[in-house]
């Protein structure tokens, strides 16, 4: 079993209260199963809030694990883009091969609800950290996990915490790119680092991999070359390593939801799974933000877009906010702000209001800056927009918008005339 379902379905058995945002009073005291029980509609709830679509999510796990599978790669989604353990219990349902996580404390949480098979996208230096990852390698045999390194150094701290008796630790050699993030620079020192890891009794070479979405934030020429060489940086250092270097089968991992397209073009030939070419290769895509995907960054940049895809993604994520002013004509400000949505990658986009009991579009609309709990909704004058008018918003990056929520309501169909709460997700962030 991949994860605990038994687990994740206890949440329902939990209580909602005033900690839970947007969640109406009378619910406060009841289960989730319980208040579910009563149909709840969107108008029952708070603002502002931020809503999931079932029919959205249902859609974007299909388009990516089908696109996945055409292209002969493994799919491992970013458990932290939503920290919710019923999405991850939906995505390895439907096909994935694990997840992946970016600290040792998220690694912790995924394996209170039994995630079987985790690429911790980090390296996994913090003592206290390393000594809980041992112990549960030992406690459970069929617990498997990957981490990274990008140093000599990282190799000694992590061989000399690892113990003896704890199964080998996993590791994968993390290339990099001129100015971003961790990983190696250049072929030799990721040899190094490479037969640093060999050399070590406790732990096991046991691929390479990268996060090529630090390089480019657009599909423009200078952004898609920078990608371009990354990926062939960690396709060059497998190519290395499988030539009697790999203490057994390898992993190669990239990707963020930017440019998997870029990431199959240049690693996907390297998938070999049954060894036919010598060391058996499992090459994985570790995109994460397609679940939701978004009506911002991701929409502009991913392949899977209207422009660029047969079955594109689409967002299954809106904020709802209520006008609680309009001090000046042409300015109308919400209830929503940075505690409540996204705005590190755009701010949030006016899409419709409620306005007696109807919806109507907001034409040449835009939110212009954002307070703690305020949006600055920008309009024309004649615009008519009454205070306490609801405005649903399309929103920018999932990332940033799941950690401002422990319990996210879930609509049935956002399109649909009268959508209904049908599930509500928990996360912990």
Not at 155 to 164: E, Q, T
Not at 188 to 205: E, F, P
């Amino acid at each position: 079993m991949d994860i605990d379902r038994q687990a994740v379905e206890a949440l329902t058995d939990r209580v909602i209260g005033p900690e839970h945002k947007a969640l109406p009073p009378a619910a406060w005291g009841s289960t989730v199963r319980e208040f579910l029980a009563t149909a709840p509609v969107p108008a029952d709830f708070q603002t502002p809030l931020l809503t999931l679509d079932r029919a959205a999510l249902a859609a974007n796990t299909a388009i990516m694990g089908d696109w996945a599978a055409a292209h002969g790669v493994r799919l491992a989604p970013h458990g932290k883009t939503t920290m919710a353990p019923r999405l991850w219990a939906d995505q390895l349902a439907a096909g994935s091969w694990g997840l992946t996580f970016a600290t040792l404390w998220q690694v912790q949480l995924a394996r209170a609800y039994r995630v079987r098979r985790i690429v911790l996208a980090n390296e996994a230096l913090d003592p206290v950290g390393v000594a809980w990852l041992a112990a549960e390698a030992e406690h459970d045999p069929e617990f498997e996990c990957w981490c990274w390194v990008d140093s000599v150094v990282a190799v000694d701290l992590l061989r000399r915490r690892w113990p003896a008796g704890a199964p080998p630790l996993r590791v994968l050699v993390e290339v990099g790119g001129p100015g971003g993030r961790t990983g190696t620079r250049d072929l030799a020192t990721a040899r190094a680092v490479a037969d640093a890891v060999h050399g070590a009794d406790t732990l096991r070479l046991a691929g390479v991999g990268g996060y090529e979405g630090i390089l480019g934030a657009d599909r423009g020429p200078a952004a898609l070359a920078a990608v371009r060489a990354m990926l062939d940086a960690i396709a060059g250092l497998h190519e290395y390593l499988r030539d009697g270097v790999y203490d057994d089968a390898a992993l190669v991992t990239a990707g963020g939801s930017a440019y998997p397209d870029l990431v199959v073009e240049r690693l996907a030939e390297l998938s070999d799974e049954a060894g036919a070419r010598g060391t058996p290769t499992t090459v994985v895509l570790r995109a994460g933000a397609y679940l939701v995907h978004d009506d911002g960054f991701y929409a502009g940049i991913s392949p899977l877009t209207p422009d660029r895809a047969r079955r594109p993604l689409r967002s299954a994520m809106h904020g709802w906010a209520r006008v609680v002013s309009r001090p000046e004509p042409g300015l109308a400000l919400l209830d929503a702000g940075k505690r409540d949505l996204p705005y590190d990658k755009g701010f949030p986009v006016p899409q419709r209001a409620l306005i007696d009991g109807a919806w109507t579009a907001l034409p040449d609309a835009s939110v212009t800056g954002m307070d703690d709990q305020h949006a600055y909704l920008r309009l024309p004058a004649e615009t008519a927009l009454p205070v306490g008018s609801t405005v649903r918003l399309g929103l920018s990056h999932p990332c940033t918008a799941f950690d401002k929520w422990r319990l996210i309501p879930v609509l049935d169909d956002v399109e649909a005339p009268a959508p209904r709460v049908i599930d509500l997700v928990h996360t912990f962030f």
